[in-house]
């Protein structure tokens, strides 16, 4: 059996102006991995008071998930990886709480925990297989802090990593970093070989989740899909620095692998990964699917490893297209605004 | 859509000496609930460090109603209802916290609040239909509590409730709501119309939780079957003392119905509940299924419920029965127990 596992967390880093397109008003974007997770489980946001859309009409990728899980029956769990806001999702707790800003001294203090209870976890989930996916706005910037500090920071090309908006914004991105890693009185490369300690000091709490599940499943010989872009490269860094030796599977979009910014062909053959990337086909017919073609999200919520699953089992792009609008309908349900129309 | 609902709680009232059989071992009978959370949404304890199979054999009922869902494919979502010990079940908050005994003044200060959130919840979840279940070892006698103060005592007979024992410990029980009573300074009756102040002082958080979830689902047209037996009777009580005087349906196991300590059909009078009671068919050949027919168990995360869905979709009983013992086999991995064999 398959199961996808979204760990759905924050960092506070995600409030530096600028950094991350995951909310359309900065003051809600910590709502966003809790209506995430909501979308995911009941295919609608319930308890959380938000509409996940950005203001060009883009929706979370949590929309493109849930239409595949909803038509292929995978089973989905969402671990509370450090959530800020309440969720009406049911949510499996391992002791991570929200991340501060990066250029604070110490904001993942619960990661070394957090990872630690994630990989008990992980390595007693029943499932044959697990695809493991993140929602952590402001999470790219971490993923870079991670990357730097074990010494990977040009594994996608010099100092890249994706973003949710069109235009990214690396040059903030590595200062951030920057900041962070003297905040940490850390040099590049000197987490090496220690990646809780990269995830503690300069990444967040859903990157730590995701490693100790994956370092889990991977020892109880569980089949395990980063499912994601470049945060999920972080964390196959991080399993690599964990030594972990054996090949890694990490599905994404065609959005990641198309986006400019970064070389995921230079991450796959540095990190020993064995990547698919699946292309949903969107037109510009609809807004919510013109935006991810204009490269807005790109990622996130699992989107890649969705698509990479509904591709292994025969669903026709159509069908997921046609979900998704579906879904991104019900977005929409029972609140002031209106869906924008083709 | 159909979802079940389980409300996994615990009331220290279970620790009293002979009331519970929810748990081999009273120390590990906390454990319990969280187990049920893990065998309904995995198929088999995760994270529950406890075998829940009595020492004669009989397993806990989530063997039962998992197997169903596992075969329908029926949603399941579990609710943090006052769990005193960690699950791997992903949970949804609703404020519950563990029941004390209730012979102690004010046992569960959490209720009120818990009712309101899982109101809350009830009115926000997308589906057509809920099936609302419980776990909570003790449950009985908080149900006999609850029903006392209301000033329905003898809904179901005379201060009768059922029991997961094969011999009932009513005079025990009924001891202990009296002294339960006392310690609140309330007389039978003095809560009656005030379902919430029963549930804070004689009753327990599942129950409050249960309560609060069916009120919101019946606000919003959302179709509820109360899966289960006397605790879900007391529920009912809760619902019509609230103002709910639309008719309510409940689901039970042929066990409780036949069960000779209790009088269902008077309390379906009397609370104009619609009952559909389900025999899973079980015979003596497999202890799993003979503690049942011995009148062990006899109802609990939602059997009956379980059972009625199964029978509506058509689901031979046959295959129900080859889904416990498969279910239960499961148990039992891993551990140093061995499974009892026919």
């Known amino acids: 059996m398959t199961r996808l596992v979204l760990c759905a967390g924050t960092t506070r880093t995600a409030e530096i102006d600028g950094i991350s397109a995951a909310g359309a008003d900065a003051d809600l974007m910590a709502h966003t991995p809790s209506a995430d997770g909501e979308i995911l489980t009941y295919g609608r946001p319930v308890r959380a008071p938000v509409v996940p859309v950005s203001p060009t009409g883009c929706p979370t990728p949590a929309v493109v998930t849930r239409a595949v899980v909803e038509r292929l029956g995978v089973e989905t769990t969402v671990v509370d990886a450090g959530l800020a806001e309440p969720t009406g999702a049911p949510t499996v707790t391992v002791g991570a709480r929200p991340g501060e800003d990066i250029r604070e001294r110490d904001p993942v203090p619960s990661a070394p925990g957090a990872f630690v209870a994630a990989r008990e976890f992980g390595r007693k989930l029943p499932d044959d297989e697990l695809y493991l996916a993140e929602t952590v706005p402001g999470g790219t910037t971490t993923a870079l802090g991670v990357l730097t500090a074990l010494g990977e920071a040009d594994v996608l090309g010099d100092g890249a990593v994706s973003s949710s908006l069109p235009e990214n914004p ?64 972080a964390a196959a860094a991080c399993l690599r620095h964990g030594g972990y030796d054996r090949s890694l599977s990490l599905a994404t979009t065609s959005f990641v692998a198309e986006d400019p910014a970064i070389d995921l062909d230079r991450a796959a053959a540095a990190l020993d990964l064995s990547v698919t990337v699946t292309d949903p086909g ?39 297209r046609e979900g998704l609008l579906e879904v991104y309908g019900r977005l929409f349900e029972g609140t002031d605004r209106e869906a924008p129309k083709p």
Request: overall charge negative; proline content about 5%.
């Open 170 to 233: 690396l040059e903030l991105k590595r200062r951030v970093v920057g900041e962070a890693l003297e905040a940490s009185a850390l040099a590049p490369g000197d987490a090496a070989g220690r990646p809780t300690v990269a995830l503690r000091r300069v990444g967040d709490p859903a990157l730590a989740v995701v490693c100790g599940l994956a370092t889990g499943a991977l020892e109880t010989d569980t089949a395990v899909t980063l499912a994601g872009g470049t945060q999920l490269v």
């Open 282 to 320: 969107f037109t510009d017919e609809h807004p919510a699917m013109a935006a991810f073609e204009a490269g807005e999200a790109k990622e996130g919520v699992g989107m890649g490893g969705a698509l990479a699953l509904a591709e292994r089992t025969g669903l026709p792009m159509g069908d997921v």
